[in-house]
């Protein structure tokens, strides 16, 4: 991750040719469905619209973008469990067809399984500092 003004670093560093700058296109690769940027600061949160990212301010500006339409990273049932937030996500063939993708992790009954972690030494999660969570006993 980059703040947001370090994404225009390369376009300041260019060198211009002829008067002119060499760069034709300016290609950014990101994904508005993630996480957005923690902002600690409420008055750049809640005036400046700093809780969205570059990217995702492009997208509700209508910036022409090509969404991401296959994974190839998760198990096919994993990916169900988020595929949710894209228009079509669907999945490489080598997910669908490598040995590796078909089995679950060793010790796992199923493909994922939600574990409850009990407290450790009577404290569950906590939060010790403002955007930061914790659960000493995961």
């Known amino acids: 991750q980059i703040l947001e003004i370090e994404t225009f670093i390369p376009l300041l560093l260019q060198n211009p040719q002829d008067g002119t700058n060499r760069l034709k296109r300016w290609i950014m690769i990101g994904d508005h469905h993630q996480l957005p940027p923690v902002v600690k600061n409420m008055a750049f949160e809640k005036f400046s619209n700093m809780e969205q990212s570059l990217?995702?301010?492009?997208?509700?500006?209508?910036?022409?973008?090509?969404?991401?339409?296959?994974?190839?990273?998760?198990?096919?049932?994993?990916?169900?469990?988020?595929?949710?937030?894209?228009?079509?996500?669907?999945?490489?063939?080598?997910?669908?067809?490598?040995?590796?993708?078909?089995?679950?992790?060793?010790?796992?009954?199923?493909?994922?399984?939600?574990?409850?972690?009990g407290d450790f030494n009577g404290v569950g999660e906590s939060q010790p500092s403002p955007f930061f969570f914790q659960n000493l006993a995961e």
């Open 55 to 117: 990217f995702t301010r492009f997208v509700r500006l209508g910036v022409p973008t090509i969404e991401l339409d296959a994974q190839g990273r998760a198990r096919p049932s994993i990916c169900s469990l988020y595929n949710w937030r894209y228009k079509a996500l669907g999945n490489l063939p080598h997910v669908l067809n490598h040995p590796d993708y078909k089995v679950a992790n060793a010790g796992f009954s199923f493909d994922y399984q939600l574990i409850n972690v």
